[in-house]
């Protein structure tokens, strides 16, 4: 059973402040990571995803692999109110079942 | 605009009725996959289907069957409600693994919330 582990938080940063996001993984033979971003009451949405070791921006957003270490980061700089919300990191093994964390609950506030 | 419909919003039905949850995308993809989301247990995936009339089970079908007709249409139904199936139903859909994509470049519905009493 793979498993994927986040800090439930809520992780409280201040507005421009960097928000690190970080998500650990048993399974070794796990190819695509992948970040999904669930405001309250909505359904998620993907932000961004990574596939090689080493860093991936898009915007004010990096996504960060290691997998000999087997964790994966989201950094979200220049944090601002509406980046609140509960991200899911989710990973995809070689059987192309998707599995995800539970997610990390972020409030960035004024 | 990509877009996944579910049939409903909200949805209260009675223990032991035949609950029939409609999931519709417009992206032509050939994956779609039914998932539930509880306080504390993250999303946990029911069933998915990578083509028509196939299907596949996930983490937790019991109670739980499904039906590919078409393309674009999954549905998820629940044979005999029980009160531990109420929950956040969500349905996803994402394209065919090409090696530059992934099953997991999923996009979801609004969701149906279920309420069974």
Redesign the interface.
């Known amino acids: 059973q793979k498993e994927v582990e986040q800090n439930s938080g809520p992780l409280s940063v201040p507005e421009g402040a960097i928000a690190s996001l970080n998500c650990t993984y048993s399974d070794r033979g796990s190819q695509s990571f992948f970040w999904y971003r669930q405001y309250s009451g909505k359904s998620p949405e993907l932000i961004m995803f990574i596939y090689s070791n080493g860093d991936k921006e898009d915007g004010r957003f990096t996504a960060q692999l290691n997998k000999a270490s087997q964790y994966v980061s989201l950094l979200i700089r220049d944090s601002q109110p509406s980046d609140s919300a509960t991200y899911l990191c989710a990973l995809e093994g070689g059987s192309y079942i998707p599995t995800f964390g539970r997610g990390t609950s972020l409030i960035v506030h004024p | 605009d990509v877009k996944v419909t579910q049939s409903s919003r909200y949805l209260v039905k009675r223990t032991g009725e035949k609950v029939f949850l409609e999931c519709v995308q417009d992206m032509d993809h050939e994956n779609m996959?039914w998932y539930r989301q509880d306080p504390?247990?993250?999303?946990r995936?029911i069933y998915?289907s990578?083509d028509v009339k196939m299907k596949?089970k996930?983490d937790i079908p019991e109670g739980y069957s499904v039906s590919r007709e078409k393309k674009e249409r999954f549905s998820l139904i629940l044979e005999s409600a029980s009160t531990n199936q109420t929950s956040m139903y969500?349905c996803a859909s994402s394209p065919l693994?090409t090696g530059a994509s992934?099953?997991?470049?999923?996009?979801?519905?609004?969701?149906t919330r279920l309420t069974v009493t």
Not at chain 2, 40 to 43: A, R, S, T, V, W
């Open positions: 996959f504390g247990l993250g999303l995936l998915f990578y596949e996930g969500l693994w992934s099953q997991l470049e999923q996009y979801f519905g609004p969701g």
